[in-house]
Each structure stands twice: as structure tokens, then as C-alpha cells.
């Protein structure tokens, strides 16, 4: 297979000093890309840009809240400056706890959906200015709460589903600029947060394996792997795409294996 290339190209991932996020930087950074690193903790920002250093030499690091859209812009800015115009952009910022509705109160709901969709669009927005116009490429990472329904995850549902339709909105309105953005909607994948609370038991791990059509749990790889693709030329006429890669869990309903809802 060929390998993606993306030598002298400017990468900004938002979120991405830890899990899937950090994944799909390392990736771009290995296939040559100059990488720029967002999350909110400068510990987390400064061992990122270590990892990443190992692919790449030109690694940029900044912490900030994607709550914050002058935080983000100053990044934007910085990152602009340093490695020139940028051609991808990731959104992956994310937060979530399990909470029934009735139990969570309205700032519990208010913190997910700010962090997850307004953060998407601080993100999005802001960065506009400094993409490369024609030719960049926007992709959000999703989830699958934004597809399924899921008990104990009002906020996320509804978040994410949010962040899929400004994808499409975005899509629509950035197309005449040549900007690309696309969703990818991580499934079951090892070695997560979200793994670790989905099956916290071995017990658990093999009832999500049972409900993968393809029986078995993704890699940060497989992840990176589709947003590399994106990003790429293969993809230049994809944009406006809501794209799971969950080895078919969200066609199966996830198998019914959802949380209990408790009240």
C-alpha cells in the first residue's frame, strides 16, 4: 500500500496531546507533516510535542481551552507564523461523564455541550483565517453518541450530533473557499478513555468485541488511518461526509450493548 505523504504540509490538532487525537498527530507527524499540538494541560502539551519530535523536528505546543476562542486564536496565530499556512485542521476536543438525565444538572449538560460542539466551532471558526484557501482540509472527530442514542449520554448525543450537522453547514458554506470538512466517528477502540469506561471489566471487554460485526476492537491507527485519507488528495472530492470507523458497531445499533439508564 502506498503510504501518505504529507511533507512540507501544516497540521493543527485540536485536543490532540493524548488518545485518539494524539494518535492521528503522530500519524501526520511520521508521514512528514509539520505538527501542531492544542489541549489544555501544559503538561500533557509538553509531552506531546516530546512524542511528536521523534517523527518530526518542526513541533509546535500550545495550551489552551477550547472554551477560550481568543486562547485558540493566539495558537492559530502562533502556529501560522511558524509553519506557514495550515492545511489540515482536527478538531477533537472532547469531554464527557455518565449522567441520566434527571441527574445531571443543567451546567453537567452545559460543560460537555461547550467543550464538544461551541468548542468545535471556536475551533473551526477562528481557524478559518489561516487555512490554506483552495486546498485545506477540516476534519471533526466525533463519536458515536452521534448516531445512537444512548442512556446516560444526553449531553454527549446531543453535542455530537451537533458537531456532525456544522460539519455539513460548514461543508456547504467553506466549499466556495476550497476548504474540505469532513466527521469521522470513532467506534469501540483499544487502549481509550472512552474503552476503559464502555468495558471496565474483562467480562465487558468481550461483550464489545461480540458486538463489532467485524469481532474485533480499533486501533488508533485505523482512526488515523481514515483521517489520513481525508486529508489527503484521494479524498479531494469528499467533503460534507459523516464517516464511522467502528468495524460496523453503529450499523448493528452498537448490539444493544449501551449503558443501563438509572434514575
Known amino acids: 500500500m502506498q503510504a501518505f505523504d504529507f511533507k ?7 485536543g490532540g496531546t493524548s488518545g485518539i487525537n494524539l494518535g492521528i498527530a503522530e500519524a501526520f507527524a511520521a508521514a512528514g507533516a509539520k505538527t501542531a499540538v492544542m489541549s489544555r494541560s501544559q503538561a500533557r502539551v509538553d509531552e ?16 489552551a481551552d477550547v472554551r477560550n476562542a481568543e486562547a485558540i486564536l493566539s495558537a492559530l496565530k502562533a502556529t501560522s507564523a511558524s ?3 495550515i492545511d489540515i485542521l482536527v478538531s477533537g476536543a472532547a469531554g464527557n461523564f455518565p449522567s441520566p438525565a434527571l441527574g445531571m444538572s443543567p451546567n453537567g449538560f452545559k460543560a460537555v455541550v461547550d467543550i464538544d460542539l461551541l468548542g468545535t466551532f471556536n475551533v473551526l471558526r477562528n481557524a478559518h483565517a489561516f487555512l490554506r484557501k483552495p486546498g485545506a482540509a477540516i476534519i471533526n472527530i466525533s463519536a458515536p453518541q452521534a448516531l445512537l442514542a444512548m442512556p446516560l ?5 446531543a453535542a455530537k450530533a451537533g458537531v456532525d450537522m456544522l460539519t455539513r453547514v460548514l461543508a456547504i458554506e467553506w466549499g466556495g473557499d476550497g476548504i474540505r470538512v469532513n466527521s469521522v466517528i470513532p467506534g469501540p477502540i483499544e487502549g481509550t478513555e472512552g474503552m476503559a469506561r464502555l468495558a471496565p471489566t474483562a467480562d465487558a471487554m468481550q461483550s464489545v468485541i461480540g458486538s463489532v460485526p467485524l ?12 483521517v489520513l485519507f481525508l486529508a489527503s488528495p484521494w479524498a479531494a472530492y469528499i467533503t460534507g461526509a ?21 434514575t
Request: proline share 3%; glycine share 14%; hydrophobic share 50%.
Open 215 to 226: 469481532a474485533r476492537l480499533g486501533t488508533k491507527q485505523d482512526v488515523a488511518n481514515l
Open 8 to 14: 512540507d504540509r501544516c497540521v493543527f490538532v485540536a
Open 48 to 63: 506531546a510535542v516530546l512524542r511528536l519530535r521523534a517523527f518530526s523536528g518542526e513541533v509546535l505546543g500550545f495550551a
Open 242 to 262: 459523516v464517516i464511522p470507523v467502528d468495524g460496523g458497531w453503529s450499523t448493528n445499533g452498537a448490539g444493544g450493548l449501551v449503558p443501563t439508564a438509572r
Open 153 to 157: 449520554q444526553a449531553h454527549v448525543c
Open 83 to 85: 509553519l506557514g499556512a
